[in-house]
C-alpha cells in the first residue's frame, strides 16, 4: 500500500506564496497520473491540477498562479502556489492513480492551507 505524505501548508496572506510536497513511500508504477485536490469547507472537494504522460491541466481558478511538477525519482510531486487569495483556503488532497485494469489510487492525509485577507 502505498503511502502520501503532503507537507508545506500553512496560514499565508493574500498574495503570498507556498509550496506543497507530496512524497510516496515507495515507487509508484509507471504510468501513473499525480494531482493535487481541494476541499475547502462546506464544499465538494475538487481537482487543482493533475500531471502525468507528459500532460498537466489545472483548474480554471488556479492557471497562470498554481503549477505542478513531478519528481520521479523521489516519487514526489509539488504544488508551486503563488498569488494566493482567500478562496484558495482549503485542505489540499494528493492524489495518485495508477492507470491500468486494476484501478489502483492513493490520497494523501490533507494539508491546510488558509489564505488570510
Known amino acids: 500500500q502505498v503511502q502520501l505524505v503532503e507537507s508545506g501548508g500553512g496560514l499565508v496572506q493574500t498574495g503570498g506564496s507556498l509550496r506543497l510536497s507530496c512524497a510516496a513511500s515507495?515507487?509508484?508504477?509507471?504510468?501513473?497520473?499525480m494531482g493535487w485536490y481541494r476541499q475547502a469547507l462546506g464544499k465538494q472537494r475538487e481537482l487543482v491540477a493533475v500531471t502525468g504522460g507528459g500532460a498537466t491541466n489545472y483548474a480554471d481558478s488556479v492557471k497562470g498562479r498554481f503549477t505542478i511538477a513531478r519528481d520521479n525519482a523521489k516519487n514526489t510531486v509539488y504544488l508551486q502556489m503563488n498569488s494566493l487569495k482567500p478562496e484558495d483556503t482549503a485542505v489540499y488532497y494528493c492524489?495518485?492513480?495508477?492507470?491500468?485494469?486494476?484501478?489502483?489510487?492513493?490520497w494523501g492525509q490533507g494539508t491546510q492551507v488558509t489564505v488570510s485577507s
Open positions: 515507495e515507487r509508484i508504477p509507471s504510468g501513473n497520473v
Open positions: 492524489h495518485v492513480k495508477v492507470i491500468g485494469p486494476l484501478g489502483l489510487q492513493f
